[in-house]
């Protein structure tokens, strides 16, 4: 290679510095293409660095100074991960180990951003490479290529490497186990590389299929894990300033919904509920045909003007489940906003030149279906909506991911989350380092009859789902309610009803604060929210007979275990003093009080039952 291989140093003077000499790639910004953030203007990172150390420290084919085989660097989301491939490609081309590199990346429009970042440092890399060249034009050091080409015709990709000394750069690698083929076809194509460098900001899946050529070794219990050669956390890029930190705005709300069986179900959303309740309210939540999809993208909107006072340019991006819903979001923003979003609804050309026009521009909102949840680099994305059912811990950490490239010191990530568990429990991990697992840890032999008893009840409800349908799951209505903020493993504020000064409190925090006040500043804001609800408790108790602003939920006492197990003794007791028998007690109260059986129905439902038990029961 000529500019890219171009040094003041010889190889021999090179090798035997701390780290690799001057040349092309040194020439990008530490987090291409962010512009470096506060504190963090120098050529490399310092994880950056410490990983070339290690790389060029490490035995291989060549032995030590060569760098292994094989390479498993994992860098948080917007740590910088092409800057160091890049880099240590420029450095294994100016030693002569390799003359050709290949990257291998989830989608088209990343196929176009690596070849971008590459002409930035004088590496030429062709995206527009197809199975049917098989080989790329002269002019070019190489190619970028999907794992989808690869599993199409592996045969051409291997005859890429075999025609020279090849890095095979596997961007976002745990899209390798996306499926079986596609793990088959990387190993037929790239088995006998020169070197493999393997890049994640997630190094994990969520199943148990293999990445191929990551290593597996059991632990203490004999669960294989992956092992990763160089990992670079968000905790450890959050400490360096790297990243920015994420604040998570919480929404509860009230779900109505009907089942394909044609009861009409209501629940909170949060509530501790069973799976399926959880889900059908969740779904319910998401409808935009509701009031709790409109509520909170009407608040991210007030958060993201809040921001834009102080970061003019500053954008917002809504994670859809569909394309249905991704276009009906699309048009609520403009009806709230007067301007069109920018929708992003496939992998295509014309999308990747939308995410382009909106990452260059000062548009305020872009609604995407799932190409905007890896890898795509939009450093203005300052707040986001997850507005999808998605809840994977590899999805989840991807789509967080799009909103913690720092680009200036005090900037803080706003995201919107439904209050459902699992999502709650994946924001509280967001700072914990995983990795891969290939087996599944026994849960024990330890035998939960309530569980066991809800398990079969939900098998027998599947089965009668699947005999019976004459009705279709209906979102019937949701109100979205704010419900707290995460932030740093802490939980502030309370509920409070969009729109009201209580929850202003939150949505009105600086667009730029310094990491060290948010936690200090929340904590003001949820004392001035506390006084908020007081004086507007005081006027409610003032003016009992008017609806003078809407009621928050009762706060819940019990747990759906409690409120089973309450019921449960209240049926046992009326039984006894009836003569009736358990289920036919059951069975009466669902025809009063309507909902599903015990297994299935919500607290409020439960609760409804174990009034008019207690109106029945004599003491």
């Given amino acids: 290679m000529d500019s890219a291989s171009q040094g003041t140093a010889s190889p021999d003077i090179a090798s035997q510095e701390p780290h690799i000499g001057s040349f092309a790639a040194e020439h990008l910004s530490p987090s291409y293409p962010a512009r470096a953030p506060w504190g963090t203007a120098q050529r490399l990172r310092a994880w950056q660095a410490d990983a070339l150390d290690l790389y060029f420290g490490m035995d291989g084919p060549d032995g030590v100074g060569g760098g292994p085989r094989d390479f498993l660097a994992a860098a948080t989301p917007g740590a910088g991960k092409t800057t160091f491939a890049l880099r240590l490609a420029s450095e294994l081309m100016r030693r002569r180990i390799i003359t050709r590199i290949v990257v291998v990346a989830p989608t088209e429009h990343l196929k176009t951003q690596w070849a971008d970042a590459a002409a930035r440092v004088s590496i030429r890399l062709d995206p527009e490479f197809s199975n049917r060249h098989g080989m790329p034009a002269r002019q070019y050091h190489g190619v970028a290529v999907t794992y989808a080409q690869v599993a199409v015709k592996a045969s051409v990709h291997q005859r890429l490497i075999m025609d020279a000394r090849t890095l095979v750069i596997l961007d976002e690698v745990h899209h390798g186990g996306d499926a079986l083929s596609w793990g088959d076809a990387l190993r037929e194509a790239y088995a006998r590389a020169t070197r493999r460098l393997l890049l994640s900001g997630t190094p994990f899946r969520s199943d148990t299929a293999p990445i191929p050529f990551v290593e597996y070794h059991p632990d203490e219990h004999g669960i294989r894990l992956s092992r990763t050669d160089y990992n670079y956390s968000y905790r450890r890029a959050l400490e360096d300033g790297v990243v920015r930190p994420v604040m998570f705005l919480v929404y509860a709300g009230q779900m109505r919904w009907r089942t394909k069986t044609g009861d009409e179900m209501e629940a909170q959303l949060g509530q501790d509920n069973t799976k399926d309740v959880t889900s059908q309210a969740w779904r319910t939540a998401l409808d935009p045909e509701g009031n709790w999809i409109p509520a909170v993208l009407r608040s991210a909107d007030r958060r993201l003007t809040e921001v834009r006072e102080q970061v003019p340019d500053a954008g917002g991006l809504v994670i859809a489940t569909d394309q249905t819903a991704a276009r009906a979001y699309a048009a609520i923003l403009h009806d709230l906003t007067g301007e069109a979003p920018t929708v992003v609804l496939s992998d295509e050309a014309e999308s990747s030149s939308r995410i382009e026009a909106f990452s260059s ?94 398990d079969a009840a939900e098998r027998e409800d599947k089965a009668f789902d699947a005999l019976t349908q004459e009705f279709t799951y209906q979102a019937l209505g949701s109100v979205a309610h704010f419900d707290r903020v995460l932030f740093d493993g802490q939980e502030f504020g309370q509920l409070a009803v969009p729109g009201t000064p209580e929850e202003e409190e939150f949505l009105g925090l600086p667009g730029l604060l310094e990491p060290e006040h948010v936690h200090e500043l929340l904590m003001q804001r949820q004392v001035k929210q506390s006084r908020h609800r007081t004086a507007r408790e005081t006027r409610e108790a003032q003016n009992a007979t008017g609806d003078v602003e809407p009621a928050l939920p009762q706060a819940l006492h019990r747990t759906l275990k409690e409120q089973r197990q309450l019921l449960n003794s209240l049926v046992g007791l009326y039984a006894r003093q009836t ?26 439902q439960l609760q409804s039952r174990i009034d008019v038990l207690r109106a029945r029961v004599r003491s």
């Fill in 361 to 454: 521009g000062t548009g305020r909102w872009m609604v995407a279906v799932r190409m905007v949840s890896e890898g795509v680099d939009v450093p203005r994305l300052v707040v986001g909506v997850y507005a999808t059912s998605a809840s994977t811990p590899l999805f989840f950490a991807q789509a967080i991911g799009r909103f913690v490239r720092a680009r200036r010191r005090g900037e803080t990530a706003s995201v919107f989350l439904p209050n459902v568990p699992q999502l709650l429990a994946l924001a509280h991990e967001l700072e914990r380092q995983r990795d891969h697992a290939l087996d599944r840890e026994s849960d024990g032999d330890e035998w939960n009859a309530e569980e066991d008893l809800i």
């Fill in 579 to 604: 003569g009736e028998a358990h289920g036919l007690v059951h069975a009466e109260l669902r025809r009063i009080c309507g909902g599903p059986a015990v297994s299935h129905a919500t607290v409020a």
